[in-house]
């Protein structure tokens, strides 16, 4: 998978563009990106925000040995399969997505 093959599954996926890079927020904080993908000239970055603010590098892979799993379509190699609280966390994103596009009921007079 490349770069553009990446972040095309991303925002299918529930996460969404912050400061240029692909990145799954707090449920609770929309607007703070706890989880992003770097994408650097030859490999992906999984990066998580430590309490402190700080970004840490929890797995990388070079593009060319990224394949989209043939059953669910998730990256394999980057570590997503490893942690389960990613899944969960892009499902908590892409509901709140799905949610917000739907829109409020209409104001009442």
Do not use: C, H
């Amino acid at each position: 998978m490349d770069k553009d093959e990446l972040t095309a599954w991303a925002l299918k996926n529930g996460w969404q563009v912050m400061a240029g890079a692909p990145s799954l927020t707090k449920p609770n904080a929309p607007k703070e990106a706890i989880v992003r993908m770097v994408f650097k000239a030859t490999v992906v970055n999984v990066e998580v925000k430590k309490p402190a603010g700080k970004w840490e590098k929890v797995s990388g892979e070079a593009y060319g040995k990224i394949q989209a799993d043939p059953d669910t379509g998730v990256p394999q190699g980057l570590g997503f399969e490893k942690v389960p609280s990613f899944s969960m966390l892009m499902q908590a994103n892409k509901d709140r997505q799905v949610f917000a596009s739907m829109g409020g009921l209409p104001a009442r007079r």
